[in-house]
């Protein structure tokens, strides 16, 4: 098994109802996990964990393209190391969405690539208003991904918190640094945009919709993709 797989493989142990016995045949494991009932060995319901995985994965996919469209256009500024901080910490909620993605095998969503050019041109388009348009979209985006990151806290807690340990654990920590993003936005004089640019000044209902959408159509994978 590579280093990356082996990793994931851990990854996946670790969120299996708080069971602290060392992985030593990952591989096996991971092969026997699933009923074809749908749900683990362990109980966790498969669809759920496929649904959150791969919607969230989206997300933060999105995200990084937003924030490279951001920092193309404003990089050399004065708000690149803000913006460029924030992008840090969206490749690392991407990379380990990535990592949970191998270990519970789930799919991507099918529209990456459309995501990967949406992404960017809304993050560079907004940041073309100037740093105030690029903080509208940050607020707006990172708004939206907080309440998403909040209902899936619910849902699992409604579920069983001690099943999804782990995976809450992670939620928790994405969402509060996506809050961090958002006050950062509002620091940054995200809604200081101005007459000169009355595009920027509806920026969070227009943002919120399309993000909005991504994540369902996400959550939805191919069925959802083509039925809309
Ligand atoms: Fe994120
Ligand atoms: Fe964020």
New binding site residues.
Partial sequence: MTCAGAAAARSLWRLRAGNQRPLSACGRRIGVRFRSSGTTLDGISRAAVDRIIRVDHAGEYG?NRIYAGQMAVLGRTSVGPVIQK?WD??KDHLKKFNELMVAFRVRPTVLLPFWNVVGFALGAGTALLGKEGAMACTVAV?ES?AHHYNNQIRTLVEEDPAKYGELLQVIRKFRD??LE?HDLGLEHDAERVGPAFPCACRLRAKVSGPRKVNLNMAARGKKGARSL
């Fill in positions: 995200a924030m910490q969206e990172e991904i640094e996506e993003h």
